[in-house]
Structure formats: structure tokens, C-alpha cells
DNA sequence: AGCAATTAGATTGTATACAATTTAATATAA
DNA sequence: TTATATTAAATTGTATACAATCTAATTGCT
């Protein structure tokens, strides 16, 4: 019952789950992150910064493996909304830095009930979230180092 | 070393890798999808195409977990390249049918050679593989039960 | 039959993604 | 030191995603 063109079918493809599982997650996040105005996005990036403070494009584009092409735009938004601040580095003017106003840091606060809705959603075992949590990381590392490598 | 905060820290999130490296995926598709001319979108498009010959939007949507807003202009591009034509169900005309065209059928035999070029590259055992593909299934399952329940 | 509800696609508007190019600033090398 | 290379963001153009709305066709109900 197998032919040559099995490895053609959406079944059979690991890719397919990986990119819709992607999509859902994300949908499901937008009803959380909608009650603090945020998309999946803008709420990854914040996440950076409420880690950090304050960072350059090039640094949070390498956390959120995201170029200036998407980063640009996000980041004008979010400075629409007053959660940040762009301005340049007097040292070296070609780095935009990136810094939380009080409005942003006080996001955090709001922000704090998302990670429990979703993981309660996605109801998955300890042991099964961990091997996710791993095997999607070897995955970015593998696929980093091949592209590095052209 | 814990604190409140640990949950909002982009290192504790399943979800980013998750979107990370069907990002990173898609990126690794590219050079090959390239050769054949289709983006990653039509080539899962294709796949389900190649396999069933003809559909309906709604149908393919739900192969592909994409509504209309995004498979009307992908399906209209792949129309333009002769890859499908799409024409109105004679039967119940809110239907539009898509079929796969003479060009459109030979492009599998082109596509042959994608599957292994990405899973030479993704790097995974048997094991790992499977595992991932089940838990990914189960998410998208585990999900979309939570939002038909909305 | 006649009209309300439903259904399938198309459209609109917003927000990514990202390759490729451009611009401005800085570093480097002859 | 000055022309060249490199670097960081911004910009441009194309292609998704997707919520919300619209339109046309069909179904169901009375």
C-alpha cells in the first residue's frame, strides 16, 4: 500500500504539524494577550525586555531570532503604545536601543496569568512538554548550523 | 535563583521554540522550493492537491488548517502559474473547485526529492521523530477542541 | 412560495515574516 | 588619512495569516 510519492503526502509530513501546532498556539494565545493589547509578537518581544531592561535591535533580533525587517515595525508600534523607548546610542549610532518606559515594566504584572492559561490549554505531561522543549531547540541549533554554514 | 517572573523568561516558554522552529523550517524549505517555484504555503497546497486531485476551498482548508483569506490569493497565484484551475461547482455554485492542471500533476514529480532533502537536514532519529509528530498532533487536536468549545 | 438562516468564498484591514536593498555610521587597511 | 569594508537599522516588495465583514447561493421553515 506504499508508493514512491508516500513521502509526499501532508500525513506524512513533519513538518506540516509543526507549522500548524505553531499557528493554533498562537491563536490560542490572542484571547489572553488581547486583554493587554498585545499580539504573539509584540509579547515575545516584551518578554526579552522585561528580562533585560534594555537591548539594541541586533541583540533582540538574535533572542527572537527576528530581522530589522519585522523588528523595525513591531517596535515602532510598541513605542506607539508607550510600552518602550527607541533612541540611539551616543557611543555608536549606528544601534538603536531598546528600553522599557514604567508602562511597560508595569505590563509585566498584567502579563503574569498568560503562561498558566496556555500551558493548562495545551495539557500536555511534564515528561512530554520537556522532550518538546528539547527536541524543538536541537531542531533551531541543527537547522542554524547548516544555514551558517553557506 | 526562581522568582515570580520566572514564567514571562522567553527560556521557560514551549511556545516559542515552537514558532521558532516552524520558522527556521520554512526558511530550510525555501532553497528547494525555490527550484520549483512555489512558496512553502503552496507547496503544502500542492501536496494536498497531488493527492486528491480535485477539492473544494473549504475542504482544502481543512487539510491545511487555513481559511479563505488566505488560500483565495494563494489558490488565484497558483492559478496564474497553470499549477490548478478553479472553477465554480455546477451542482451548488458557493463551491469553487479546485483542480490540479497537466503542469500542476508533473510538479510532484519535481517535489520528489524535497521530503528527504529536509529530514537529512532536521537531523532526528526514529524515535525523536515520531514522538514529535504525535505530541504536535495532539496539540493541534488538544487546541482546536478548546477553541470549537468557545 | 417567500423569507430567514446558513454556507462558501471573497474582500478588507492589520500584523507579521523575510529576502534584498539602501542608508548612515564606524572600523579598517593601504 | 582617505578610500574601502563592515555593520546596524530602515526600507521595499512579496507572501502569508487571520479576524471581521460582505456577497451570493442554497437550505429550511412556515
Not at 36 to 46: E, G, K, S
Not at 93 to 105: H, Q, Y
Not at 108 to 134: D, G, R, T
Request: include cysteine; proline fraction near 3%.
Amino acid at each position: 500500500m506504499s508508493d514512491k510519492y508516500d513521502s509526499l503526502k501532508l500525513e506524512n509530513q513533519l513538518c506540516f504539524p509543526l507549522y500548524s501546532a505553531s499557528r493554533e498556539i498562537t491563536r490560542t494565545y490572542q484571547p489572553f494577550l488581547e486583554k493587554i493589547h498585545l499580539t504573539y509578537t509584540q509579547y515575545i518581544t516584551m518578554m526579552v525586555l522585561w528580562e533585560h531592561e534594555s537591548m539594541n535591535v541586533k541583540s533582540l533580533g538574535k533572542y527572537l531570532l527576528l530581522d530589522s525587517g519585522t523588528l523595525t515595525p513591531l517596535l515602532k508600534k510598541l513605542e506607539e503604545k508607550d510600552l518602550i523607548v527607541r533612541k540611539r546610542n551616543k557611543e555608536d549610532e549606528r544601534n538603536l536601543i531598546i528600553e522599557l518606559t514604567d508602562k511597560g515594566r508595569e505590563l509585566k504584572e498584567e502579563a503574569l496569568s498568560v503562561p498558566q492559561s496556555i500551558i493548562a490549554k495545551l495539557n500536555l505531561s511534564q515528561e512530554e512538554a520537556i522532550f518538546l522543549y528539547k527536541i524543538l531547540y536541537k531542531i533551531i541549533q541543527q537547522l542554524q548550523e547548516c544555514s551558517n554554514k553557506n
